[in-house]
T-cell receptor
Framework: NAGVTQTPKFRVLKTGQSMTLLCAQD?????MYWYRQDPGMGLRLIHY???????AKGEVPDGYNVSRLKKQNFLLGLESAAPSQTSVYFC???????????FGSGTQLSVL | AQKVTQAQTEISVVEKEDVTLDCVYE???????LFWYKQPPSGELVFLIR????DEQNEISGRYSWNFQKSTSSFNFTITASQVVDSAVYFC?????????????WGLGTSLAVNP
């Protein structure tokens, strides 16, 4: 059972480039989340989804877009990367909103 | 205000010492959930425990124990006889609201170093 899988694990972008982070879960969870983790800032929610075809903004959504076309996948897009988006990104999923989160292993993104 | 405070930014202990990680939360809600997660050096966050606001019983799991006290709005985590493998960042989190409006409020984490 793979759980939550994130790809890629590392990526370096130049300012202005675009990219998509992929999150896949095999637990049939309804809820999926994208977080970013920065030193001294803890975990901050970017966007989340409460089911296939739905997305919603979290605390820090600017500069990011998401899509959940299939229940098992949650994509995070950066249309025009900025150095401020240098961070570690985590995807997570849960069966319902007050349930424990299952996290992916993270993506280290550097924007130069 | 809705907030989770982990006042200890970093803790360093020697192996076999007991260590307590503090978590203080603020909310006016009467129904909520509290969580602890562990983030080892490998980076992936791992769930440790969930406690709902109506269950104040302390919990023990091996060397780990949790003390939930609503009177002081605290949900502290104790590791007994710490080991090097316990070195990690530990996060406390508070889940509020209902249904799809529920939100999870994270503390900033406590970095624990257990030295041999």
């Amino acid at each position: 059972n793979a759980g939550v899988t994130q790809t890629p694990k590392f990526r370096v972008l130049k300012t202005g480039q675009s990219m998509t982070l992929l999150c896949a879960q095999d637990m049939n969870h309804e809820y999926m989340y994208w977080y970013r983790q920065d030193p001294g800032m803890g975990l901050r929610l970017i966007h989340y989804s409460v089911g296939e075809g739905t997305t919603a903004k979290g605390e820090v959504p600017d500069g990011y877009n998401v899509s959940r076309l299939k229940k098992q996948n949650f994509l995070l897009g950066l249309e025009s990367a900025a150095p401020s988006q240098t961070s570690v990104y985590f995807c997570a999923s849960s069966q319902w909103t007050a349930e424990k989160l299952f996290f992916g292993s993270g993506t280290q993104l550097s924007v130069l | 205000a809705q907030k989770v405070t982990q006042a200890q930014t970093e803790i360093s202990v020697v192996e076999k010492e007991d260590v307590t990680l503090d978590c203080v939360y603020e909310t006016r809600d009467t129904t909520y959930y509290l969580f602890w997660y562990k983030q080892p050096p490998s980076g992936e966050l791992v769930f440790l425990i969930r406690r709902n606001s109506f269950d104040e019983q302390n919990e023990i799991s091996g060397r780990y124990s949790w003390n939930f006290q609503k009177s002081t709005s605290s949900f502290n985590f104790t590791i007994t006889a710490s080991q090097v493998v316990d070195s990690a960042v530990y996060f406390c989190a508070l889940s509020l609201g209902a249904g799809n409006n529920r939100k999870l409020i994270w503390g900033l984490g406590t970095s624990l170093a257990v030295n041999p």
